[in-house]
């Protein structure tokens, strides 16, 4: 498929206005997405578990206007207040796909969205925000194009929440998803997001991520500046090769179930994420005394009681512990006794793998 897939003939039907809402995931990247090119395009391929509990709502409420615009016509409303903040990323987002929804500037947009997650906890909003938002927008597509599959409508909705933030594409559907082209998976693309096509034992069916918020202030550093850190990298040859090979021997690992070398991969993709931010120009440490804290604890305990449990991260302090469901009551019970004490206010979120967004309405 190319991108030229994706831009619409003719539409068959006329539509005066109308609502739709969906409710859309975070995801938690096992092989790490650090590194792009031109329009969205990843320099390797990741992998994602779906997560449930962390979501976005959006509704669009849409009404045809008189006649078309120069510019997109939206209002946008956060958590039930207007919000300008978002304005210029939503402008960013709606410019990059109009070529791809060509009714947009047809169309009045009422944009309202909030978070199931506290706001400001320092967890990563852009990837349930824009899968979300694509989602409705492709809602209102559907409803003007009859013939529309369900598989275009999911490749689609993928497709253009990349084009607002490359993890997003990963958040339409559970649970696990693939991102980038990957020469041992059929069918993956740069382009957008595929459901994980290979066989994955039942222990990946259920898993828990409890969230902890270790530091929920700004990020130090977006995501969009880290992946132009990987331009001129001494070492991003290497580590987008090394992203490759793992997806490689994750491909047994999901069919055995083979959590002693899931955990190998995925740590080691958490770490060497951090090193590449350590060894850019300029650098940077994203890891607090608390995030070193709570992974050495995590090592420890692992070790004394011979459970699965591990962690990843993500551009920031925050630290994500995953875990078997078989194994959740003894690991929550460690979390809660030896980690919630290294986060703000010993706030953390009890998330698990999720199956992927839902219209709500
Ligand atoms: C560290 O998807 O937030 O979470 O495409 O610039 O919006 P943009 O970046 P974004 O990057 C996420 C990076 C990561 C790893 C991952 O989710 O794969």
Excluded at 25 to 48: D, R
Excluded at 125 to 131: F, K, P, T, Y
Excluded at 282 to 294: A, D, G, R, W
Aim: net charge neutral; glycine share 6%; hydrophobic share 35%.
């Amino acid at each position: 498929m190319t991108e030229k897939d994706f831009i619409p003939r003719t539409y068959d039907t006329f539509i005066e206005k109308g609502r739709v809402t969906y409710k859309s995931p975070s995801n938690i990247a096992l092989v790490k997405y650090w590194g792009k090119k031109e329009n969205q395009i990843p320099a390797n391929p990741s992998i994602s578990f779906t997560l449930d509990a962390c979501a976005t709502i959006t509704t669009v409420i849409f009404s045809k206007m008189e006649s078309e615009k120069d510019s997109f016509s939206f209002d946008l409303f956060f958590e039930g207040k207007p919000n300008e903040d978002f304005r210029p990323k939503i402008e960013t987002f709606l410019d990059r796909i109009e070529v791809y929804l060509p009714f947009l500037k047809s169309y009045h947009l009422t944009i309202e969205t909030s978070n199931s997650f506290p706001h400001s906890s320092g967890i990563a909003s852009s990837a349930s925000g824009m899968s979300a938002l694509a989602l409705c927008l492709m809602e209102m597509e559907r409803k003007l194009n009859g013939q529309m599959t369900q598989a275009h409508f999911i490749a689609k909705a993928s497709f253009l929440a990349r084009l607002g933030s490359g993890s997003a594409c990963r958040s339409i559907e559970g649970n696990l998803v693939q991102w980038g082209e990957h020469k041992g998976t059929q069918g993956s693309s740069d382009l957008f997001g595929i459901k994980y096509p290979y066989e994955v034992h039942p222990v990946f069916e259920k898993y828990h991520d409890t969230i902890l918020l270790v530091d929920k202030g700004q990020k130090q550093v977006s995501s969009t500046v880290g992946h132009k850190l990987m331009h001129g990298h001494p070492f991003a040859e290497n580590r987008f090769a090394q992203a490759h090979e793992n997806l490689s021997a994750l491909k047994g690992i999901f069919a055995k179930g083979d959590l002693d070398s899931f955990i190998k991969i995925v740590e080691s993709e958490a770490l060497t994420l951090h090193a590449m931010m350590m060894t850019s120009q300029p650098y940077f440490v994203l890891m607090k005394p608390n995030t070193l804290e709570i992974i050495q604890k995590i090592w420890t305990y692992r070790e004394k009681s011979g459970t699965h449990v591990c962690f990843t991260l993500d551009a920031g302090a925050n630290v994500h512990v995953l875990y078997p469901e078989k194994e959740k009551e003894e690991v929550y019970d460690f979390i809660q006794k030896e980690l919630v004490l290294y986060c703000e206010n010993q706030q953390h979120i009890c998330d698990r793998i999720g199956y992927g967004a839902k219209k709500l309405n």
